[in-house]
C-alpha cells in the first residue's frame, strides 16, 4: 500500500495511491484524520485501510492532486551523514570507517512534498541535492534489539536531503543551519508500507538525477549502519514514536564533490528513485 497526503481543490486529505488513482481514506476512515493518525492506530487500523484501498474506486486522478509530505509533521526527523562505505572514501582523510553513525536533525518546514518547488534561498547558490532511503517508524519502541527493529518500520519513503553547502560549515560541529532552510529539500512521494519489502533480505537501490543525467547510484548492500542498527541505535537515546523518520544516508556523487562544484539552479529537475518506493520529482526555483 503507498500512502497519501494531499490536497484537492483546496482541501487536505490523506489516502493511498494505487495503479488506478487515490483512493481517499480520511473519509472513510474518519476516525484517523491523516498518515499520521493512521500510524499510531496500529496494526488493525493498517489492515482496515489496506482493505478499503483494495476495495475502493478511487476518488482522484493521481495528476489531479498535490502531493504534501506523507507525514505533514514528524515528531522526529533523523538524518544519517556519511553511511554509504564509499562517501567516507570520498572525504580522502585517510580516516577508518566510524564506529557510530552520524547524526543530526531537521525540521517539517525544510521539507516540502512532491512536485512542489525546492527553494533556492537569497543567502547562498549553494543548494546541493543528496538522494536518500528514509525509514518510516510505526510502532512505537525504546531501546528495540536489531532482530526486532524491522517490526517497529511501518514502511519507506524517498528524500532529498537538500543542503546549503556554505552554511554546513559556519560552526565548528554542527551542520544544523545548513540543513534546515526553508523548502530546500523534499521528502515523498508517499510511503510505501513495509509489507512489500520482508525483512530486507533484498538490498534497495537509491538513485539520483538531475534533468535527467544520473549523478548519484548506490545500494543498501554499501550501507556501513544497516536499518536495524540505526533503529536499534537511535532507540537507545530516545523513544521511537509512529510516524518519526529516519533518512539513512546518501551515497556518493552530490554536487559538492564535482570539480567544479555542480549545485542546482532554478528551473533545474531533481529525481530521487527508491526500488520498491518510487520516484521523488521537484523543481529548483529562486525565493522570490
Given at each position: 500500500?503507498?500512502?497519501?497526503?494531499?490536497?484537492?481543490?483546496?482541501?487536505?486529505?490523506?489516502?493511498?495511491?494505487?495503479?488506478?488513482?487515490v483512493v481517499?481514506?480520511?473519509?472513510?476512515?474518519?476516525?484517523?484524520?491523516?498518515?499520521?493518525?493512521?500510524?499510531?492506530?496500529?496494526?488493525?487500523?493498517?489492515?482496515?485501510?489496506?482493505?478499503?484501498?483494495?476495495?475502493?474506486?478511487p476518488?482522484?486522478?493521481?495528476?489531479?492532486v498535490q502531493?504534501?509530505?506523507?507525514?505533514?509533521?514528524?515528531?522526529?526527523?533523523?538524518?544519517?551523514?556519511?553511511n554509504?562505505?564509499?562517501?567516507?572514501?570520498?572525504?580522502?582523510?585517510?580516516?577508518?570507517?566510524?564506529?557510530?553513525?552520524?547524526?543530526?536533525?531537521?525540521?517539517?518546514?525544510?521539507?516540502?512534498?512532491?512536485?512542489?518547488?525546492?527553494?533556492?534561498?537569497?543567502e547562498?547558490?549553494?543548494?546541493?541535492?543528496?538522494?536518500?532511503?528514509?525509514?518510516?517508524?510505526?510502532?512505537?519502541?525504546?531501546?528495540?534489539?536489531?532482530?526486532h527493529?524491522?517490526?517497529h518500520?511501518a514502511?519507506?519513503?524517498?528524500?532529498?536531503?537538500?543542503t546549503?553547502?556554505?552554511?554546513?560549515?559556519?560552526a565548528?560541529?554542527?551542520?544544523?543551519?545548513g540543513?534546515?532552510?526553508?523548502?530546500?529539500?523534499?521528502?515523498?512521494?508517499?510511503i510505501?508500507?513495509?509489507?512489500?519489502?520482508?525483512?530486507?533480505?533484498?538490498?534497495?537501490?537509491?538513485?539520483?538525477?538531475?534533468?535527467?543525467?544520473?549523478?548519484?547510484?548506490?545500494?543498501?548492500?554499501?550501507?556501513?549502519?544497516?536499518?536495524?542498527?540505526?533503529?536499534?541505535?537511535?532507540?537507545t537515546?530516545?523513544?521511537?514514536e509512529?510516524?518519526?523518520?529516519?533518512?539513512t544516508?546518501t551515497?556518493?556523487?552530490a554536487?559538492?564533490?564535482?570539480?567544479?562544484?555542480r549545485?542546482?539552479?532554478?528551473?533545474?529537475l531533481?529525481?530521487?528513485?527508491?526500488?520498491?518506493?518510487?520516484?521523488?520529482?521537484?523543481?529548483v526555483?529562486?525565493?522570490?
Amino acid at each position: 500500500m503507498r500512502l497519501v497526503s494531499f490536497e484537492h481543490n483546496g482541501h487536505a486529505g490523506w489516502g493511498a495511491a494505487t495503479d488506478r488513482g487515490v483512493v481517499d481514506l480520511g473519509r472513510r476512515l474518519p476516525a484517523h484524520a491523516s498518515v499520521l493518525a493512521l500510524l499510531r492506530g496500529g496494526p488493525e487500523a493498517m489492515r482496515e485501510a489496506r482493505q478499503l484501498a483494495d476495495a475502493s474506486a478511487p476518488d482522484h486522478a493521481l495528476d489531479a492532486v498535490q502531493l504534501l509530505p506523507p507525514i505533514g509533521r514528524p515528531g522526529k526527523i533523523f538524518c544519517i551523514g556519511v553511511n554509504y562505505a564509499h562517501r567516507n572514501a570520498e572525504y580522502k582523510d585517510g580516516s577508518d570507517l566510524p564506529r557510530y553513525p552520524s547524526i543530526f536533525m531537521r525540521v517539517p518546514e525544510s521539507l516540502v512534498g512532491h512536485g512542489q518547488a525546492l527553494i533556492q534561498p537569497h543567502e547562498s547558490r549553494q543548494l546541493d541535492y543528496e538522494g536518500e532511503i528514509v525509514i518510516v517508524i510505526g510502532r512505537q519502541g525504546r531501546r528495540i534489539a536489531p532482530e526486532h527493529a524491522w517490526s517497529h518500520i511501518a514502511g519507506f519513503t524517498c528524500m532529498n536531503e537538500g543542503t546549503i553547502r556554505d552554511w554546513v560549515h559556519h560552526a565548528k560541529f554542527n551542520v544544523t543551519q545548513g540543513k534546515n532552510f526553508h523548502a530546500s529539500g523534499a521528502i515523498g512521494p508517499w510511503i510505501a508500507t513495509a509489507d512489500g519489502f520482508g525483512q530486507g533480505e533484498q538490498p534497495m537501490r537509491v538513485q539520483t538525477r538531475v534533468n535527467g543525467e544520473l549523478r548519484q547510484d548506490d545500494t543498501t548492500d554499501h550501507l556501513m549502519f544497516d536499518f536495524p542498527f540505526l533503529i536499534a541505535y537511535l532507540s537507545t537515546f530516545t523513544t521511537l514514536e509512529p510516524g518519526d523518520v529516519i533518512a539513512t544516508g546518501t551515497p556518493i556523487g552530490a554536487g559538492i564533490r564535482f570539480e567544479p562544484p555542480r549545485f542546482l539552479q532554478p528551473g533545474d529537475l531533481v529525481e530521487v528513485e527508491v526500488s520498491g518506493v518510487g520516484i521523488l520529482r521537484n523543481r529548483v526555483e529562486a525565493e522570490s
